[in-house]
């Protein structure tokens, strides 16, 4: 098996695998911090308390000590992508793509590729892109279940109040054919 230029010297597969180690132990130590200076500013606004030092405090603490899962993962050749589940049920590398389409005139107005595989973080921001992008908020938005989310229907609720955009949005993933 041939091997890309950048991995043909054991030095260059050495710092390869130890540059991926690192980012998946930064990585982790992110998450780790981001979760304890949470919890930590949820404990204090029970206790009815604010202190940003001690949330601090927290978050470097929980960094200092954080361990990546033991089957955490690096991609070489692209690091931005990620393992997604895909229509058939396999996990592949890959990358989400959103569109905006206006119907009636058959017209892409807005779009983006994200690495996250939830299509329902992107409810709001397509839509904002798209009005953004045409000067006006679309009248109506037909979204498919990916989408659905308490906080996307409340969206939904308010876009309505606010933009006129009546949304359509599907709540089961049931399988079209049936």
């Given at each position: 098996m041939d091997l890309p230029a950048e991995l043909?010297?054991?030095e260059k597969r050495v710092a390869k695998l130890q540059a991926a180690r690192a980012q998946i132990e930064a990585e982790a130590a992110d998450k780790a911090s981001a979760h304890a200076e949470d919890k930590e500013r949820r404990r204090q606004e029970r206790a009815g308390t604010s202190d940003e030092q001690t949330v601090t405090d927290a978050g470097q603490k929980a960094a200092a000590t954080a361990?990546?899962?033991?089957?955490?993962?690096?991609?070489?050749?692209?690091?931005?992508?990620?393992?997604m589940k895909n229509s058939d049920g396999a996990h592949i590398q890959a990358y989400n793509a959103q569109a905006v389409v206006d119907e009636e005139h058959e017209v892409i107005t807005a779009a983006d590729v994200t690495c996250n595989p939830s299509d329902a973080l992107n409810y709001t921001t397509m839509l904002d892109q798209s009005a953004a992008n045409t000067g006006t908020h679309p009248k109506q938005a037909l979204v498919d279940a990916g989408y659905c989310s308490e906080t996307n229907l409340e969206a939904a609720?308010?876009?309505?109040?606010?933009?006129?955009?009546?949304?359509?949005?599907?709540?089961?993933?049931?399988n079209g054919s049936q």
């Amino acid at each position: 098996m041939d091997l890309p230029a950048e991995l043909d010297r054991r030095e260059k597969r050495v710092a390869k695998l130890q540059a991926a180690r690192a980012q998946i132990e930064a990585e982790a130590a992110d998450k780790a911090s981001a979760h304890a200076e949470d919890k930590e500013r949820r404990r204090q606004e029970r206790a009815g308390t604010s202190d940003e030092q001690t949330v601090t405090d927290a978050g470097q603490k929980a960094a200092a000590t954080a361990r990546p899962r033991p089957k955490a993962q690096a991609n070489f050749t692209d690091p931005d992508s990620r393992i997604m589940k895909n229509s058939d049920g396999a996990h592949i590398q890959a990358y989400n793509a959103q569109a905006v389409v206006d119907e009636e005139h058959e017209v892409i107005t807005a779009a983006d590729v994200t690495c996250n595989p939830s299509d329902a973080l992107n409810y709001t921001t397509m839509l904002d892109q798209s009005a953004a992008n045409t000067g006006t908020h679309p009248k109506q938005a037909l979204v498919d279940a990916g989408y659905c989310s308490e906080t996307n229907l409340e969206a939904a609720r308010e876009r309505q109040l606010v933009c006129g955009t009546d949304t359509f949005m599907a709540t089961d993933r049931s399988n079209g054919s049936q």
